[in-house]
């Protein structure tokens, strides 16, 4: 494509460029700032401004998804009973759990997977027809986005933590209803005080609504650092890699958040 008015195309390095072109995101640098480049400074949202200025610097969409009145009350607050489990035995109790109606259609509960000591904890909604299948959460197309999005900002996969609000597949993939959300909230808690990320990346609606127990929309949560109580965890709201397949412009902004992200984690005093 070609570089809109006073913008040339960033020297991004190979692998950069391709998990750039893997989310399909061009990065653009303003023609005036020809300040010699390191690595730190390319994902840099200051210097940076990516293709579709509008998309940028517009206001903030909202997903296009209507908002569910079950979703509307905040999630219930922590259980007393928290639940006070090691990895094996956490996973070992959701694996047969029948909290919801959700076993009676799953093939099998998507616990979580990655690093117990990764600084980037990835939180999604549920699982879908493929993550049901396999037990694994995001492994379908938006999964395959993830992954791309993750190494945009230096993560392997395996080098953090992601699960789910809920563990077990709505049935016809449908928004989990709050009372299965909030069965499955102690188990969730519970992955997230072993980990103790420095940051939390919630993707989507669903997942925003849940950890932060509010009904704005993604356009409106995301472009700023939230909190995760319990623990004050940071925690940076972008939208579900599943939405960015069906809206590729709006890429633009998940990687601002991304952007976002980076710098929270390299240097979370700032
Ligand atoms: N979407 C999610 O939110 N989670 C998954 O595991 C897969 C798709």
């Not at 995760?228 to 709006?250: K, S, W």
């Amino acid at each position: 494509a070609r570089a809109p008015a006073g913008w040339r195309r960033l020297r991004l390095d190979a692998r950069k460029r391709a998990c750039l072109d893997a989310m399909g995101i061009e990065v653009w640098r303003l023609r005036h700032d020809e300040s010699g480049s390191n690595s730190e400074e390319e994902i840099d949202g200051e210097a940076l401004a990516v293709a579709g200025i509008d998309a940028v610097t517009g206001p903030a969409a909202t997903e296009q998804r209507a908002p569910d009145a079950r979703l509307a009350e905040p999630a219930p607050p922590a259980l007393d009973s928290e639940i006070d489990l090691d990895w094996p035995a956490l996973q070992e109790a959701v694996s047969h759990c029948r909290s919801c109606d959700l076993h009676q259609t799953r093939t099998q509960t998507v616990f979580g997977v990655g690093d117990h000591d990764a600084s980037l904890m990835v939180i999604g909604e549920a699982p879908g027809a493929d993550e049901d299948r396999l037990g694994e959460p995001f492994v379908g197309r938006a999964g395959r986005l993830l992954d791309a999005m993750l190494e945009a900002i230096g993560f392997a996969r395996q080098q953090v933590y992601i699960a789910n609000i809920i563990k077990c597949r709505p049935p016809g993939n449908r928004d989990p209803h709050i009372e299965e959300a909030a069965s499955c909230q102690p188990y969730l808690r519970r992955q997230i005080a072993l980990i103790q990320p420095k940051l939390i990346l919630s993707v989507g609606r669903v997942s925003a609504h849940n950890l932060l127990g509010t009904e704005e929309s993604v356009g409106r949560l995301r472009g700023r650092v939230h909190r995760f109580d319990p623990g004050d965890i940071p925690l940076i709201v972008t939208y579900h890699p599943a939405y960015l397949l069906r809206r590729p412009q709006e890429k633009a902004k998940s990687w601002q958040d991304l952007q976002v992200a980076y710098r929270v984690l390299h240097d979370p005093m700032d």
